[in-house]
C-alpha cells in the first residue's frame, strides 16, 4: 500500500530558511499536498504540486519534486516564529479523491 | 466564506455512551471526507462521500462507528457504543474537483473527543 514518510523533528533560527522533506511510494500519485498543523487547530492548506512539475513557487514557500525519487520537499524561506507548527505532507492516490498523510513534521523556530 | 463548520468542538462523554459528531462542508463541494488524527497512528481517512453517497468506508475502525449524509450540506459521524480507545481528533473536510486542478481538500477545526 501507499506509505508517507517524514521526519519527525525540525529546528531552526528565527531568520533562517527551513526545509522539510518526505518520501512517498505511490508512483501514480497525481497531486501531492502541504498541510500545516498549529496546536488545537485543524489543517491549513499550504501549496500543492502536480506530479508533472518538478518546482512550485509561493512567496516564501518552494516546494520540489523528485518524481524519480519520490521525495517532495518544502523550503520556508526567511522563517519566523509563527511557522512553528506541525506540517504534514500528503499525496493523492491517483484515480482516487483521498489522501494519504504522512506523520507530520514538528518545526521549532526559535528567536 | 465559511469554511467546514464541525461540532462539537470538544466533548467527554463516558464509555458506553453513543457520540454524534457534526459536519457541515463548504457549500458547492462535493466531496466529503471524516478523519481521525491520534498520536499512535497520525492522520487516517475513515470514509468519504461524493454526492451524498459513501464511496470508500474501508477506513471505518468497526461497526459502532457509522456515517451518513442525508444532503449536500450536512454529514454526521456516530460512534455507538463509545470506548476510551475512540479519543482522538476527528476532522471533517470537503472538496471539490477541478479539471487540470485535482481535488484541493479543506480542513475543519475537528472535533476533540475524550472518552473516559
Known amino acids: 500500500g501507499e506509505d508517507v514518510e517524514q521526519s519527525l523533528f525540525l529546528s531552526v533560527r528565527e531568520g533562517d530558511s527551513s526545509v522539510i522533506n518526505c518520501t512517498y511510494t505511490d508512483s501514480s500519485s497525481t497531486y501531492l499536498y502541504w498541510y500545516k498543523q498549529e496546536p488545537g487547530a485543524g489543517l491549513q492548506l499550504l501549496t500543492y504540486i502536480f506530479s508533472n512539475m518538478d518546482m512550485k513557487q509561493d512567496q516564501r514557500l518552494t516546494v520540489l519534486l523528485n518524481k524519480k525519487d519520490k521525495h517532495l520537499s518544502l523550503r520556508i524561506a526567511d522563517t519566523q516564529t509563527g511557522d512553528s507548527a506541525i506540517y504534514f505532507c500528503?499525496?493523492?492516490?491517483?484515480?482516487?479523491?483521498?489522501?494519504?498523510f504522512g506523520t507530520g513534521t514538528r518545526l521549532l523556530v526559535s528567536p | 466564506d465559511a469554511g467546514v463548520i464541525q461540532s462539537p468542538r470538544h466533548e467527554v462523554t463516558e464509555m458506553g455512551q453513543e457520540v454524534t459528531l457534526r459536519c457541515k462542508p463548504i457549500?458547492?463541494?462535493?466531496?466529503l471526507f471524516w478523519y481521525r488524527q491520534t498520536m499512535m497512528r497520525g492522520l487516517e481517512l475513515l470514509i468519504y462521500?461524493?454526492?451524498?453517497?459513501?464511496?470508500?468506508d474501508s477506513g471505518m475502525p468497526e461497526d459502532r462507528f457509522s456515517a451518513k449524509m442525508p444532503n449536500a450540506s450536512f454529514s454526521t459521524l456516530k460512534i455507538q457504543p463509545s470506548e476510551p480507545r475512540d479519543s482522538a481528533v476527528y476532522f471533517c473536510?470537503?472538496?471539490?474537483?477541478?479539471?487540470?486542478?485535482?481535488?484541493?481538500?479543506?480542513f475543519g477545526e475537528g472535533s476533540w473527543l475524550t472518552v473516559v
Open positions: 457549500s458547492g463541494h462535493d466531496y
Open positions: 500528503a499525496e493523492m492516490e491517483g484515480g482516487f479523491q483521498k489522501l494519504v
Open positions: 473536510a470537503s472538496s471539490f474537483r477541478v479539471v487540470g486542478r485535482g481535488n484541493t481538500i479543506y
Open positions: 462521500f461524493n454526492n451524498n453517497v459513501p464511496i470508500d
